[in-house]
């Protein structure tokens, strides 16, 4: 199956803001993104250090099928598999 990036960033994981669980370095863990619980049926919770505006969940086709301001969303309405979250913050 052929996918193509639409949004990406040329540059480093750093420039781009892409957090690796395989990199534990101190601004890594600065600006770490913690969504609770994962796997989850009903509510997912988002913590982080800077203020999130908007939150977008994204299916495996690119599609946006939720948009919250909320740190807390409600995903009981979604089907079962795997999403992508959008966290779009206050700078």
Same mark, same amino acid.
């Given at each position: 199956?052929?996918?193509? %990036?639409?949004?990406?960033?040329?540059?480093?994981? /750093?420039?781009?803001?892409?957090?690796?669980?395989?990199?534990?370095?101190?601004? /890594? %863990?600065?600006?770490?993104?913690?969504?609770?619980?994962?796997?989850?049926?009903?509510?997912? $919770?988002?913590?982080?250090?800077?203020?999130?505006? $908007?939150? #977008?969940?994204?299916? !495996?086709?690119?599609?946006?099928? +939720?948009?919250?301001? #909320?740190? #807390?969303?409600?995903?009981?309405? +979604?089907?079962?598999?795997?999403?992508? +979250? $959008?966290?779009?913050? !206050?700078?």
């Amino acid at each position: 199956m052929n996918r193509q %990036l639409i949004n990406y960033c040329e540059g480093t994981q /750093a420039e781009c803001n892409i957090i690796s669980s395989t990199k534990d370095d101190q601004i /890594a %863990l600065k600006d770490k993104v913690t969504i609770t619980p994962n796997p989850t049926f009903d509510f997912i $919770k988002i913590e982080r250090s800077l203020e999130i505006v $908007k939150v #977008e969940v994204i299916d !495996q086709n690119g599609k946006i099928i +939720l948009t919250s301001g #909320e740190k #807390e969303l409600d995903v009981s309405s +979604l089907s079962p598999g795997m999403y992508y +979250l $959008k966290c779009i913050i !206050q700078k």
